[in-house]
Structure formats: C-alpha cells, structure tokens
C-alpha cells in the first residue's frame, strides 16, 4: 500500500468535505487576505487531518452552515497542506497560538474569539456547536441576517 496515495486520499476528503458543506477554500496568502479584509463576520475553519479533533470539527463546521444567526462568510484553510496560506491566516487570529483544527470568527478583519483543538479534542461535536452558536449570537446578530 503506497503510504503518500493514503495520506492524499485522506487529505482530500477532508477537503472535500468542507467545500461540500458550504466553505470557501482558501489556498494562498492572496485569497486569504483577500476573504479577511472584506467587512463584515467571517468563520474560518482551520482544518486538519487529526482524526480525533478533526473528526469532530468538520461535521461540527457542517452543522453551523444552518444555524439561524451567521457570519457573512465561511471560509477553510488547511493546516500542514496550504501552509502559506494558513501562516496568512494566523496573523489575523492575534492573541492565540496556532491551533488545527479551531475555529476563528473574525468581523471586519479582526479576531473577535476562537475555538481551539484543546476545547475539540474530547469533546462531543454538540459542545463545539454550543461554543459557536453561542460566538455567532454574540458577534453575528447584524450580519447575515438583518
């Protein structure tokens, strides 16, 4: 079995499973600044082949695509894949170490709160979706649905 065929299966479906749930990918520092400095609430997903914490992020990261309150925008990067482009979208997250998968709300380009793998990891994908719902509640009331 050819190990690398392996890792690119997986890593493309954890792709594909977060562009089929509605996110935009983000692959170079350009769409990355460029989807960050719109105005407006932004959720960045940054995603991750982990299997435990991203086996709980990514279905978490689906659900919220219904959520009655919501950012303006959905968004992906992929840690350890597109490594500029996540690098890029660290520099908005100030204040918080790098962390994948996590989850990072942004309005008008600034970091308003994130989730991290310490608080993915071990958790059921309930308890991730509460700490979002809770974040769009707070942050996204006047956006995508005034």
Do not use: W
């Amino acid at each position: 079995m050819d190990f690398n065929f392996f890792i690119n299966d997986v890593v493309q479906g954890a792709r594909q499973e977060m562009v089929e749930s509605g996110y935009q990918e983000l692959t170079t520092p350009d769409e990355v600044d460029t989807a960050l400095q719109e105005k407006g609430t932004a959720l960045v997903m940054i995603n991750s082949v982990c299997g435990c914490a991203g086996g709980i992020a990514r279905p978490s990261a689906a659900y919220m695509k219904n959520y009655e309150t919501r950012p303006d925008r959905f968004l992906t990067v992929f840690a350890g894949q597109d490594k500029e482009a996540t690098a890029k979208a660290r520099e908005y997250f100030k204040g918080y170490a790098p962390s994948s998968p996590s989850f990072a709300l942004l309005k008008d380009g600034e970091i308003q709160m994130m989730v991290e793998r310490h608080e993915i990891e071990g958790y059921e994908p309930i308890q991730v979706v509460q700490k979002l719902e809770q974040a769009f509640d707070q942050y996204c009331k006047t956006s995508a649905n005034s």
